[in-house]
């Protein structure tokens, strides 16, 4: 594993590494979505807000 793939991965440590080696991480393919969106609601503020 290159240190391009442990950066996207946000492991720093050698444990993390460690761990992503022995759980043969490396080998799967980076997720394209995100992980968390917010959701619409009307708490939001949008852009505008902070002009």
């Known amino acids: ?3 391009a793939t442990s950066l996207t991965r946000g492991a720093s440590k050698y444990t993390h590494i ?3 080696l022995l759980n043969r991480r490396d080998l ?6 995100p ?3 917010s ?3 009307a ?9």
């Open 1 to 3: 594993m290159g240190a």
């Open 18 to 20: 460690r761990d992503i």
């Open 28 to 33: 799967l393919q980076a997720s394209t979505t």
């Open 35 to 37: 992980e968390w969106t």
């Open 39 to 41: 959701p619409a609601h």
């Open 43 to 51: 708490h939001v503020r949008g852009a505008n807000y902070y002009q």
